[in-house]
C-alpha cells in the first residue's frame, strides 16, 4: 500500500500534535452557528449552550502507539443570529502507550464567525505537557468569490483561497439543511483555521434518518429540552486534502449525533490507526441573543 492511500501511524512521541490536524471538530465541533444562507428566524432555533464531553479511548489499532486515553472536552457558543457567533472551545487529553509513558495534550481555540459568512476569526494554541507547541492567529474575510486570509501567528503572511469555501458554520448549516430535506450525501470545500490557517479540507457527510429520543428516557441530563424535544441525526464528516481525488483515506473522520439546535452527542474521532470518544456529560443552555 502505498504513502498516498494509507493513514500515518501515530507515535505517542508525536500524537500530542494530532488534534492541530482538525479543529473541532469541531469543528466539526465549531458544529452550533449561523450560516450565510439562513434567515434570521430559522436561526434563532440554534440554542446558545455549553457542552462538557468526557473523553475515552474507543479504538487502537496493533500498529497505534496508545494504549490508553482519558480527558474532557469543552465547546461553548455564545452570540445571536443578528451579532455574529463565537465559540470557544477546550480539548485537554491524556494518552499512553503500551510502555507506560504518557503525554497531556491541551488544544485551545477561539473563533468568530460574523453574520452571512462575511468574515471568520480565529485563534489557537496547543500544549503538549504544559509547553507551547503551536500558537495560529488569523482573520479570513470575503469579498465576492474570494477569500483573503491574513495571518498574524505563527508569522505574518496573507494567504488567498478560492473556489466556493464554506467557513465553519456555513459547512455546518449545509449539513441541517440538507438533512432536513432528507439529503443523505453532501460535499463541502471547507476551511477552518486549522494546519496553521493555510490549507482547505474536502468534507463529505453521510447523513443518517431523522430520529429522536424516546419520550420515557430517564437519564436527566437527555432528559433535557434542549435533547429531548428536538430532532437529530446521525452525521459521519470525512476530511480529505483539497483535491486529492482517487482512493485516498481521509485525514480525519468524526461521527456524531446532530440535533437540530446544534447540540452533539455521541461523539467520535478517528485518526487512522485510533479513535476517540467523546460522551456528552454536562450541558448548560445559555442565554439567547436578542434579534429586532
Excluded at 443578528?82 to 491541551?106: A, E, H, I, P, W
Amino acid at each position: 500500500m502505498s504513502e498516498h492511500t494509507k493513514r500515518r501511524t501515530l507515535t505517542i512521541e508525536t500524537i500530542g500534535m494530532i488534534f492541530t490536524m482538525r479543529f473541532c471538530p469541531l469543528k466539526f465541533l465549531s458544529l452550533a452557528l449561523l450560516a450565510s444562507t439562513t434567515s434570521v428566524a430559522s436561526a434563532a432555533s440554534l440554542v446558545p449552550h455549553r457542552a462538557v464531553y468526557d473523553i475515552s479511548l474507543l479504538r487502537a489499532d496493533d500498529g497505534a502507539s496508545v494504549a490508553d486515553a482519558s480527558g474532557r472536552m469543552v465547546f461553548e457558543l455564545t452570540g445571536s443570529a443578528c451579532d455574529g457567533y463565537s465559540v470557544n472551545y477546550r480539548f485537554v487529553t491524556k494518552l499512553g502507550d503500551n510502555d507506560g509513558s504518557t503525554v497531556v495534550t491541551d488544544f485551545r481555540v477561539t473563533t468568530f464567525e460574523e453574520p452571512e459568512g462575511s468574515s471568520f476569526s480565529f485563534a489557537s494554541s496547543n500544549f503538549v505537557n504544559n509547553d507551547q507547541v503551536e500558537e495560529v492567529r488569523g482573520h479570513a474575510s470575503r469579498e465576492d468569490s474570494k477569500v483573503s486570509v491574513d495571518l498574524t501567528k505563527p508569522e505574518d503572511e496573507e494567504v488567498l483561497l478560492s473556489g466556493e469555501v464554506l467557513f465553519p458554520t456555513q459547512q455546518f448549516e449545509g449539513i441541517l439543511k440538507a438533512a432536513e430535506n432528507g439529503e443523505k450525501l453532501v460535499q463541502h470545500l471547507v476551511f477552518d483555521g486549522s494546519e496553521q490557517g493555510k490549507k482547505m479540507f474536502d468534507a463529505t457527510s453521510i447523513i443518517g434518518a431523522r430520529s429522536v429520543l424516546p419520550n420515557d428516557n430517564d437519564d436527566q441530563l437527555l432528559s433535557q429540552d434542549a435533547l429531548s424535544k428536538t430532532p437529530f441525526w446521525p452525521v459521519t464528516i470525512s476530511y480529505f486534502d483539497q483535491g486529492a481525488g482517487g482512493e485516498l483515506l481521509p485525514n480525519y473522520v468524526t461521527s456524531f449525533d446532530m440535533h437540530d439546535n446544534g447540540i452533539s452527542r455521541n461523539i467520535t474521532m478517528d485518526y487512522g490507526d485510533m479513535a476517540l470518544k467523546a460522551t456528552l456529560s454536562d450541558l448548560e443552555v445559555l442565554d439567547a441573543g436578542n434579534c429586532n
